[in-house]
């Protein structure tokens, strides 16, 4: 029968495998690509809806506000969107499904598994965060561009997409499944509300607390160096700065990150 | 042993373990103590013990799941701790439980399992079909597996580790939760695998499993192998275990003790033991003989015996052991 079928004897390159796996991924994620679009952009959108144009129409905020909300909410949308993609699947695979075992078990090193998720989580942020622009256009009339800034700002995109991937992977494999709703609620909300997507940091000179917390979140950091590309005229931390803070947190959630997918996928 | 004759005999066996030992963290025992065993090309192996002996974990270091703590293990000439993504090449692994990939449907899991092997996108869609025919899946083809029974998601299971071609295919517990038709099929396609040359290993408590399927058959109880051999063999050597009762009409004392004598001068008889005759008309004689051999062949000889001594055999009782009672008689307690 077929199952002998022999010259299969070829081990595959990791390249191969680990584009198979990739994949896999584009293929399920293009397979609910408006379910996935929905579930990405209505939060940013609502934010961006609510407090860039609502609260600004009705003369709450002063104006040049939503200019410097949407790069802000560009951070918001890169780095949460990675996070999600990678972390909520991961704990179910790990914990219940067990789905992620037919390609731990493809001839793969585990980092590469590992490496292809963070990948892959980061490829669907940037496709959100792009997203974005156009419904900021849409929304707001007007959104704060300059060419000169486009490198900073694609950097900044790309390393909060990471950011976001790298957050994933450690409270995908540090979570335990009947502890997820927990836990998301109580990393999840203040991430959000202390990374600086709906304020300037430099502002908060006047509620310094506030300031030194924001400060040990890198989303800041993606947040301020998103403003520092698009709307410079904002005062903002420098791009050096966040750059450096951001490869240093990288670093660190990744390896920590890796290890405990090893810990997960190998007893 | 030198450790380079065991090295040496697993570049030929198709799974090689050597003095594997496994102690989890925090734990106060090894899960595996001390396991030394081979399995040959082709050859169906069966780790037969009950929960917690360790054989699940054997699995999980073949498979490249769990490291050892020392000891060796190799799958198909491959280093399972050293080179595990090359091990993973030649193996395929049926868990307990579905871990089917709920995004795709059967036909894709499928497929991707072999691109994840790097089988060619021309052979994957092939030899997708192929099984998909074999294992009476076509009709659900597209089908995602969310609402599969135990049954029908080890059948996709099966196929899908088929698609890669897997020297050795290691199954933990294939027929539990099986209703007893799903546990045939899955059976059935075992042995055409064991004929199409395909190396099994599989964990099961369940002695009757064992007995049908595996040509050797590993005893494990506390991490450590008792006992190893055939299903025959195994059985056995159960001390005392293969007996043959014979019953005739006779109610001479003189010739039952002729009889007596004769029977247990036969070959392969250890001893004879008189049974309690229920009182009747014409009386009876029962004994039963203690065989070191197989029992039925010695059918012949004791009627031969009996019919020089002018008796007829009226009836014949076979106890043949089972591996239940291999495994009472090496641990003393039963399996579950």
Not at chain 1, 44 to 66: C, D, E, H, N, Q
Not at chain 2, 4 to 32: C, E, I, Q
């Amino acid at each position: 029968m077929s199952a002998t079928t022999p010259g299969l004897d070829v081990v595959p390159t990791q390249r191969r495998v680990f584009l198979a796996v990739l994949q896999r991924d584009i293929y399920v994620t293009w397979g609910e690509f408006p379910v996935f679009l929905a579930q990405v952009i209505l939060q940013p959108f609502f934010l961006l809806f609510i407090f860039g144009k609502v609260l600004g129409s009705l003369g709450y905020t002063r104006t040049g506000y939503a200019d410097l909300l949407f790069p802000g909410l560009l951070a918001l949308t890169a780095v949460v969107t990675s996070m999600q993609t990678l972390a909520f699947p991961l704990v179910i695979e790990f914990g219940w499904t067990k789905e992620i075992e037919d390609r731990l078990l493809a001839p793969m090193s585990t980092g590469l598994v590992a490496a292809e998720k963070v990948l892959f989580a980061a490829i669907r942020s940037l496709i959100a965060t792009a997203v974005m622009i156009p419904i900021g256009i849409l929304v707001l009339g007007s959104i704060p561009w300059r060419a000169a800034g486009l490198p900073l700002f694609l950097a900044f995109v790309v390393l909060g997409a990471l950011l976001g991937a790298a957050l994933g992977l450690v409270l995908g494999t540090l979570v335990k499944p009947n502890r997820i709703n927990i836990v998301f609620s109580l990393v999840f909300t203040p991430l959000l509300f202390t990374g600086c997507s709906q304020y300037p940091w430099p502002s908060l000179a006047r509620l310094r607390w506030f300031q030194i917390l924001t400060a040990a979140n890198p989303m800041t950091y993606v947040s301020e160096g998103l403003r520092g590309a698009l709307i410079p005229s904002v005062p903002h931390i420098e791009p050096w700065i966040c750059l450096l803070v951001l490869a240093g947190s990288l670093a660190l959630l990744l390896a920590v990150g890796t290890r405990g997918f090893y810990r997960r996928a190998v007893d | 042993m030198g450790e380079v004759n065991g090295v040496d005999r697993a570049a030929t066996s198709a799974v090689s373990v050597r003095d594997l030992v496994k102690r989890y963290p925090k734990a106060p025992v090894n899960a595996v103590d001390g396991v030394t065993f081979d399995v040959q090309p082709g050859e169906v192996f069966g780790l037969l013990g009950p929960n917690g002996a360790g054989k699940t974990t054997t699995i999980g270091v073949l498979t490249t799941r769990v490291v050892p703590t020392s000891g060796f293990a190799s799958v198909a000439g491959v280093d399972v701790v050293r080179d595990p993504v090359r091990a993973r090449s030649a193996l395929a692994v049926i868990p307990q439980r579905s871990n089917l990939d709920r995004a795709l449907s059967i036909r894709n899991n499928l497929i991707f399992h072999a691109a994840y092997h790097g089988v060619s996108s021309r052979e994957r869609a092939q030899r997708a079909d192929e099984l998909l025919e074999q294992f009476g899946l076509l009709e659900r083809a597209n089908v995602k597996p969310d609402m599969f029974s135990g049954g029908q998601a080890q059948r996709v299971m099966v196929a899908r580790a088929l698609m890669h071609a897997p020297k050795v295919l290691f199954l933990d517990e294939p027929s539990t939760g099986l209703d007893p038709a799903a546990r045939l099929f899955l059976w059935d396609r075992l042995q055409e695998l064991r004929h199409a040359g395909v190396t099994l290993v599989l964990t099961t408590h369940d002695m009757d499993e064992a007995a049908a399927l595996a040509d050797r058959v590993g005893i494990m109880d506390h991490g450590k192998l008792l006992a190893l051999d055939t299903p025959e063999l195994l059985m056995r050597s159960v001390p005392g275990g293969t007996t043959l009762e014979l019953t005739t009409q006779s109610d001479d004392p003189a010739r039952a003790e002729a009889i007596i004598g004769g029977l247990g001068a036969l070959a392969e008889v250890e001893r004879v033991e008189r049974l309690e005759s229920p009182e009747g008309p014409g009386g009876q004689l029962r004994v039963r003989l203690y065989v070191v051999g197989d029992a039925p062949l010695l059918v012949a000889p004791a009627a031969g015996v009996l019919a020089a001594h002018g008796a007829a055999l009226s009836d014949v009782k076979l106890g043949i052991p089972t591996l239940e009672d291999v495994f009472i008689g090496l641990t003393g307690r039963a399996l579950r």
